[in-house]
């Protein structure tokens, strides 16, 4: 069983940035970041291979959010820039069973509690 627990969220402006983290309780192969907002399917954000070689992004954040590891500290991160009030949601930190990347919510075996983002106008 792996603990996930996120943070870094909060309320900016248009235009600015947040850096989510995610600690997880144990060790890790694939991890991800999805998203969901009011109303709305959880959606697929971005995914790193276990040894970070692979990633993938949403094409709604790609070239604005950066995902990576630090497998010493058990920690993937989400750097979100350029903010946009489209991505207001809560966001989730899962993690997979297998080894590399993967964009389906099915193959994540571990979800945290989520962390609020909220980007006004």
């Known amino acids: 069983q792996v603990q996930l627990v996120e943070s870094g969220g909060g309320l900016v402006q248009a235009g600015a940035s947040l850096r989510l983290s995610c600690v997880a309780s144990?060790?890790?192969?694939?991890m991800g970041w999805f998203r969901q907002a009011p109303g709305k399917e959880r959606e697929f954000v971005a995914t790193?291979?276990?040894?970070?070689?692979?990633?993938y992004y949403a094409d709604s954040v790609k070239g604005r959010f950066t995902i990576s590891r630090d497998n010493a500290k058990n920690t993937v991160y989400l750097q979100m820039n350029s903010l946009k009030p489209e991505d207001t949601a809560v966001y989730y930190c899962a993690a997979a069973q297998i080894g590399g990347a993967t964009m389906g919510p099915g193959e994540y075996a571990y979800w945290g509690q989520g962390t609020q983002v909220t980007v006004s106008s």
């Open positions: 144990g060790r890790t192969y694939a």
């Open positions: 790193i291979s276990r040894n970070g070689g692979r990633i």
